[in-house]
Structures are given as C-alpha cells and as structure tokens.
C-alpha cells in the first residue's frame, strides 16, 4: 500500500532515473495475467516516443510532463503503488500474475503500477482537460510549513468528523493514509474517535502541527518502520505494545476502518 512518504520517495527516484528519457511499450494486465487491450483507455501512439521533460506531485497524484505539450496524471495511493524496474515490459505469464500497468522507459526500464482500477487511474492532460478532480485536493501535506497551516486550520474548523476520517479526506490533506493518520494521532496523543469540534485550541494545533511533523520523519526514514524513531507507534504495529507506556495497543473501528492506537496514552 502507497501512502504519502513512499509516493514521494518514487517521484524522487523517478526524477533522478527517467527525466528527459522517453516512453515506450504500455502494457496492462489483469489479475489474472492476461493482456489487456486498450486496458489504460488511450492509445499507445499517444505516449510512444515521447520525452519525459518534467516530474511532480501533488497528494497521491504524479505528474509526468510529455515533450512541453501534455501531462501523464498518475493517481496512486490506497491499493494502487509504483515501482521503477529495470528491464523492459515483461511478456504475460512471466512473472506471478497480478493486476499491473507497465510502462516502458528506454527500453532499458520499466514504471509498475499494481494495483486495482489501474485504467481509472491514469490520464492524460492537455491545456483543455478538465482538471476539477485536482481543485477539490486539500493542501499538500508535505509541503504545509509554518504560517501554511493556517490553510489546515482554516479547513479543520469547518468539519465536524472524526480526527481519523479527517486525515483520510484527500479535501483535507491529500494521501496521508490509514498508518500515517495512526501515527499522527499517536503522536498528538488524540484518540482517532475524537471529533474535531470536541478538540480544544491546544489539542487543536497539536493536531495540526503533528501531520507535516511525522510525514516529514517517515520521508527522511524512507518510509521504513525499522528506522523510525523507537517512540513512533509505526515501530510496534507488529508486536502490539505501546512505544509510550507499554501497554497493549487496540483496534478501533472508525468510518469503517479499523484504527490502531494506545489507550491509555490517547484517552
């Protein structure tokens, strides 16, 4: 699963590898191994030949600029996650079958995407293309300093839901995801049940400032739990004890989604 530090550490390794090389070969398949035609719904000759000129992020979305003239939108994130492979696009029935989207660079490398929905997650851009879906983005949280978050501030005061929720709604903050908003409210010390008109004003910044805080940790950690910090709840999903206080951490389901956190410390 992607979340926010492991897409940014891709764009960086895709800015590093692929910049100014040019697109080959696209290939979908789904889980079962079997090629899809059309799968990514456009045609190949509109990627074919050309130059990678440019790379962004925005929340979960990639942004690669084709040739000054148009822009491949990648939106990953929850289920969907990418990797930069060497090797060209691989033939079906050479490797476990899986739902993927390959797209060759070079010849010499390929972009996977593996996940689900993959032909819903993928557009192409032009200066004529309705690009509503990006207006409804909250702030990047990456990218939310200081004064900046007073944007986030702005936004929370105008919902009512659950802390957890909240972090998972790309209009709040985009691509934070299930672990990441565990580890914000651990740190903030918020159970992920607390609603935020029920939040004081020191919870309330303490809040806020934890989410560029902790997203900021994982992306130097390169999203590594092992190298986190031992105080960080992300360390201890796995034997289940509070980095804090000892205690057992417990599941708590909020907006269908089950939530880890410590009891005792965010009571």
């Not at 003239?69 to 929850?78: E, R």
């Not at 900046?148 to 929720?165: D, F, M, Q, T």
Request: with cysteine; hydrophobic share 35%.
């Amino acid at each position: 699963m992607a979340e926010l530090p492991e897409i940014e550490l891709l764009r960086q390794k895709l800015r590093r590898s692929i910049l100014h090389k040019r697109i080959g070969v696209m290939r979908m398949q789904n889980a079962k191994g079997e090629s899809l035609i059309d799968g990514a719904g456009m045609e190949d000759a509109a990627l074919q030949g050309k130059a990678i000129t440019d790379l962004h992020r925005y929340g979960q979305y990639l942004f690669l600029e084709l040739d000054r003239k148009n822009i491949l939108a990648l939106q990953l994130g929850g289920e969907l996650s990418g990797e930069l492979e060497r090797g060209s696009a691989q033939a079906a029935g050479e490797e476990e079958p899986r739902a993927a989207l390959e797209i060759q660079i070079n010849g010499q490398q390929r972009l996977r995407l593996q996940g689900t929905q993959l032909g819903n997650r993928l557009r192409l851009l032009d200066e004529n293309s309705d690009v509503d879906f990006l207006t409804r983005l909250g702030p990047d949280p990456l990218m939310v300093r200081g004064e900046g978050l007073g944007v986030l501030r702005e936004a929370l005061s105008r919902r009512r839901s659950a802390l957890r929720n909240i972090l998972l709604d790309d209009g709040f903050a985009p691509g934070i995801g299930g672990i990441w908003a565990d580890e914000i409210l651990f740190q903030a010390r918020l159970r992920p049940d607390r609603t935020a008109t029920s939040l004081s004003e020191e919870e309330r910044e303490r809040f806020l400032e934890q989410i560029p805080k902790v997203l900021d940790r994982a992306l130097r950690c390169q999203a590594k739990s092992n190298l986190l910090p031992k105080t960080f709840l992300t360390r201890h999903r796995a034997d289940g004890h509070c980095p804090s206080c000892g205690g057992a951490l417990e599941t708590l389901s909020v907006g269908g989604k089950s939530a880890l956190f410590c009891p005792v410390c965010q009571s």
